[in-house]
């Protein structure tokens, strides 16, 4: 067990070996304790061969597909999703844009894609067997170029991220916190995610931890928190409720693995709350939402179909 510098040092962080065993991450999920996981992955072929130009023409080879895309913007204080979110766009083109770039520092990001549609990343990127125990629900993949995400928790599931390529930045807030961090609506689907644009400032810093507007937001600039900085290989348990930030660093590859929270890790927090209060609003929104669904299916079968 070692404690991380950091502003908040009463937040202790366990730092476990690559033989980190199922049972004793069970010790850390039921304390609601993030885990950083030196090395789970170093025997990866990922780990070597997931250069730009490898990654894409395996895609090329293997089959392309339609994926999702964000930016950052420099300079805003808010996040809108109406203004980060860009036109989705096949993956193998997304993937051509990392080659060689002319502005090395332009951000490019796939904010996450279910593993089932890419399927044949696994012969690289075997699930460890540490996640084999775990029994994830599903898989996602990350990736792109100097990457920035929104700041969010998760309403019901636990989390492993697992670094492949470049070093990824992430910042911890415990479940706590989450009332000083500028939280959308409870009534919007984003209540979960945070209004703050972590990276408005000092783009070029890695890791960037002074990107926050603290004049701006000076409740969010007192909230506890953890930085760390993983590297290809390594892995990170994110608990349930716990806010999370994350950066990568030129060209970066990561995979999430997602399963359900069972109640009595929970625990009674804020972030609890406010998803249990989603509950009835989720209900009474449902017709609502798959209509918009069923339209978002239908635009990106049209697209998968343009590139097939």
Request: contains cysteine; hydrophobic residues 35%.
């Amino acid at each position: 067990m070692t404690q991380e510098t950091s502003p908040a040092p009463e937040l202790v962080l366990f730092e476990t070996d690559a033989g980190c065993s199922k049972k004793e991450l069970d010790r850390y999920i039921n304390s609601c304790q993030p885990v950083l996981i030196r090395g789970l992955n170093l025997d990866a072929k990922a780990l070597k061969r997931w250069t730009p130009e490898y990654f894409h023409q395996m895609i090329k080879n293997e089959g392309d597909v339609i994926s999702p895309r964000r930016h950052t913007p420099v300079g805003t204080e808010n996040i809108s999703y109406k203004d980060i979110t860009m036109a989705p766009q096949p993956i193998s083109e997304i993937v051509a844009d990392c080659i060689d770039p002319e502005d090395k520092a332009r951000e490019i990001y796939v904010p996450g894609m279910r593993m089932t549609r890419l399927h044949y990343l696994e012969q690289d990127a075997p699930q460890s067997p540490l996640l084999q125990a775990i029994n994830p629900d599903y898989g996602e993949l990350f990736m792109g170029r100097n990457t920035q995400c929104v700041g969010h928790f998760h309403p019901e599931l636990q989390a492993l991220l697992c670094q492949m390529q470049g070093q990824k930045h992430v910042r911890l807030y415990p479940p706590s916190e989450f009332g000083k961090l500028q939280g959308f609506s409870i009534f919007s689907k984003h209540f979960s995610r945070c209004k703050i644009n972590f990276y408005q400032h000092n783009r070029q810093d890695f890791p960037n931890t002074r990107g926050m507007d603290v004049q701006r937001y000076p409740e969010a600039a007192k909230a506890r928190y953890r930085d760390l900085v993983l590297n290809p290989g390594d892995a990170l348990f994110i608990p349930v409720h716990w806010t999370h930030v994350t950066q990568g660093k030129d060209w970066n590859v990561s995979m999430a693995y997602f399963w359900k929270a069972r109640w009595r890790e929970w625990g009674c927090n804020y972030p609890a709350i406010r998803t249990l209060a989603r509950y009835p609003i989720k209900l009474v929104a449902f017709p609502f939402t798959l209509v918009g669904k069923i339209k978002g299916y239908r635009r990106m079968k049209r697209l998968s179909r343009q590139i097939s």
